[in-house]
């Protein structure tokens, strides 16, 4: 997060040209945003709230020389919103690879594993969770309220019903990768 720029005389000029002509209330007003700043950072608990305030502060100033000219209202808002950003990254958690999800097993191995599963299902389940899962849009929603007449069901029951089998199929499936060391 922090960088190498280094606020140099010039810069640190053109930040208090920036911030008022009087180079006085310029320097009060450099003082002010920075006791601020700290004070933000300190109250989001930050331990490094002076070096963060500084990395702000440095952000600010290597781009004080674009953004002088066309910038309008309060300069310390414009602190304020790079030191928000600067929190955040301060704040963004690191990835420990021990806790990443393990890969997805491939398909192959998920299509043999379901297969077996579907094997393990009594007929009438395997031919509802089949005959569930035909056609597309339209067609999809007429066909299962036929198959919920034709197993004398309503359509809540009929999901249900597919809601168990598919339970029961995922655990089955989990147990087939797991004794494949995928999962």
């Known amino acids: 997060m922090k960088s190498d720029w280094v ?5 640190f000029d053109t930040v208090l040209a920036w911030l008022d002509e009087d180079r006085e209330r310029a320097g009060e007003k450099y003082e002010y945003i920075r006791a601020k700043l700290i004070k933000i950072f300190a109250r989001r ?24 000219g066309s910038y ?13 950003k600067v929190f955040l990254e ?47 849009r339209r ?11 034709r197993l004398g069901l309503t359509l809540n029951g009929l999901r249900m019903r597919v809601h168990r089998i598919k339970a029961t199929l995922q655990k089955c499936v989990f147990n087939c990768l797991e004794e494949s060391k995928v999962v």
């Not at 606020?7 to 810069?11: I, V």
């Not at 608990?45 to 002088?68: K, M, Y």
């Not at 309008?72 to 919103?81: I, Q």
């Open 90 to 136: 301060s704040v963004k958690p690191t990835l420990d690879p021990k806790l990443l999800p393990k890969p997805d097993p491939p398909d192959e191995l998920r299509h043999d594993c379901l297969d077996r599963c579907m094997q393990h299902l009594d007929f009438g389940s395997r031919e509802v969770i089949l005959q569930y899962y035909q056609e597309e």
């Open 45 to 68: 608990g930050c331990t490094i709230a002076e070096e963060l305030t500084d990395e702000a502060i440095n952000r600010v100033s290597r781009r004080v020389h674009e953004i002088a």
């Open 72 to 84: 309008v209202g309060d300069p310390a808002l414009y602190f304020y919103g790079v030191a928000h």
């Open 139 to 149: 067609a999809k929603i007429d066909h299962r309220k036929e198959l919920a007449d």
């Open 7 to 11: 606020l140099t005389q010039e810069a």
